[in-house]
């Protein structure tokens, strides 16, 4: 058993923007391939529609990475209030 007793906050931030920021390329890259397919946001919407559409591969994983640091961050810190206060998080490591 290994006991998890901190997380680093700014390291689990930068964690987390790889992996939101990959998720946010592989939806606006389904978002963009949606808009180029005539399913959009209609024009009326002005920029929202460009940025939500067919430039989503370039804004979601900016939006989601930027997004996916903070969370981390608040997650981590958290984590580290909570668990201050108790023994640790037990977990079980295969080797």
Do not use: H, Q, W
């Not at 990959?22 to 978002?31: K, S």
């Not at 002005?46 to 430039?55: A, C, D, M």
């Not at 969370?71 to 490591?93: D, F, H, M, P, Q």
């Amino acid at each position: 058993m290994v006991v998890i007793k901190e997380i680093d906050a700014p390291e689990f931030g930068k964690i987390l923007t790889i992996l939101y920021g990959t998720m946010g390329l592989v939806f606006g890259l389904f978002t963009t391939i949606a808009a180029l397919m005539g399913i959009s946001i209609p024009k009326k919407f002005g920029i929202f529609s460009l940025i939500f559409g067919k430039l989503a591969v370039l804004s979601l994983p900016i939006f989601y990475g930027i997004s996916g640091y903070f969370i981390g961050r608040i997650a981590a810190s958290l984590y580290n209030t909570v668990v201050g206060s108790k023994k640790g998080l037990k977990v079980e490591v295969l080797r």
